[in-house]
């Protein structure tokens, strides 16, 4: 078969098993640039020259569902933190009223079936950081009910209650209030999300957690040795808890020769008065200033692949997913350059032998039966137990 007759056959497996995508950073992308002033990104058309998302590359790529990160910077701290994460749900809610034709919101597994049965994209929301909460329980319960379904417990920093993977440990994983954080959103049916966390933290969350725990945005360590993929032992316990390992797309994660170069950019930056996680044009502009004297290792939809093998040997195929990290990342990897690049990959998978049902469940199902047993599991806890109101 052919590289083309692979790349239809990729697209017409997505077309009946669409993307459930874990990760994309498309809210804080239009914060940074335009301030949410949705005429000035019209995602509805092309917006190749300043985002990685918009509707007609969703449609190219077979997103059939995705998370929409309502992320805050995490120097952004108490009520500021909150009323940020307020901005950027408004900010998804706007989205998904401007385009109803497209986005459909979502706030549980069937409403993600009847999604895709309609055509529309299922639009749901993770928080990305504990900070959002501002050690707030009261406040973990308003962002699930205004539709919030996943909460990373830390960004990039360590908080008061759980250790971040790229900042100095506390707490040696959770703290006591930190286990209570996870058992109050299993409580509501919020995911736990463990990207971005400490392999202590990691570990304290799965044996805490009576529901599926999620990695919304992280790849394999065994592959590329950075400290926000996840460990073999720990992929190994998701059998167990039954959750699922998102593989995400960001160079400097998946492909070693590319984490060195990336922190010496991001330093480039740093040194120029921007934020590392930057993306606007001026901070791009320099990127490709820093790349022309020296060259970018470029990651492919082969690397990419490269983990998805390694994570479905140890976790199984039932336990692994997709989160691109779009919009929150300088680059991306060839083949794989924005949204409608998700083709590319599932053609790469089927070149390896991956059969039509195990893909289906990379796409599609793993995530939304993780989703679904968290539901299941806060119908019983909620009914057994009110809300707590621990407190630091």
Request: with cysteine; proline share 4%; hydrophobic share 40%.
């Amino acid at each position: 078969m052919s590289a083309a007759q692979r790349l239809e056959e990729a697209r017409g497996l997505l077309a009946e098993h669409p993307v459930v995508d874990g990760h994309n950073d498309l809210p804080w992308a239009l914060r940074n640039q335009v301030r949410y002033d949705l005429d000035r990104r019209d995602i509805g058309a092309d917006q190749s020259a300043h985002l990685h998302t918009d509707i007609p590359r969703l449609r190219a790529g077979g997103v059939g569902a995705q998370f929409w990160s309502v992320y805050v910077r995490s120097d952004f701290a108490g009520d500021e933190a909150v009323s940020a994460t307020l901005e950027q749900i408004d900010a998804v809610g706007q989205l998904i009223d401007r385009y109803p034709d497209t986005l459909v919101r979502a706030l549980t597994a069937d409403d993600m079936e009847a999604a895709r049965e309609r055509g529309r994209i299922a639009s749901l929301m993770g928080a990305e950081g504990g900070h959002s909460i501002n050690n707030s329980l009261a406040t973990l319960r308003a962002l699930h009910r205004l539709g919030v379904r996943y909460m990373t417990l830390t960004h990039n920093d360590t908080i008061d209650w759980a250790d971040s993977a790229t900042d100095e440990p506390r707490h040696g994983g959770l703290s006591d209030f930190g286990r209570e954080v996870v058992r109050e959103m299993n409580r509501v049916g919020m995911l736990v999300d463990l990207s971005h966390v400490a392999e202590t933290t990691m570990r304290d969350a799965i044996a805490v957690s009576s529901a599926p725990v999620i990695f919304s945005h992280s790849s394999a360590r065994a592959v590329c040795d950075h400290p926000r993929n996840v460990p073999d032992d720990v992929l190994e316990l998701l059998p167990v808890n039954g959750g699922v390992a998102m593989a995400t797309f960001v160079p400097k994660f998946i492909l070693p020769a590319a984490v060195e170069w990336t922190a010496a950019a991001d330093e480039n930056l740093r040194a120029h008065g921007f934020h590392h996680l930057d993306t606007s044009p001026e901070a791009m502009e320099l990127h490709r200033a820093f790349e022309a004297g020296r060259p970018r290792p470029v990651a492919t939809a082969a690397t990419v692949a490269d983990h998805l093998d390694h994570m479905r040997e140890v976790a199984g195929v039932d336990h692994i997913g997709i989160g691109g990290d779009y919009d929150g990342t300088a680059f991306t990897p060839s083949g794989l350059d924005d949204v409608a690049g998700y083709p590319n990959l599932i053609a790469e998978l089927l070149t390896r032998g991956w059969s039509r049902a195990d893909l289906a469940k990379l796409t599609w199902s793993n995530a939304v039966r993780a989703l679904r047993d968290a539901e299941g599991v806060a119908r019983g806890l909620s009914a057994s137990r009110g809300p707590s109101n621990a407190h630091l």
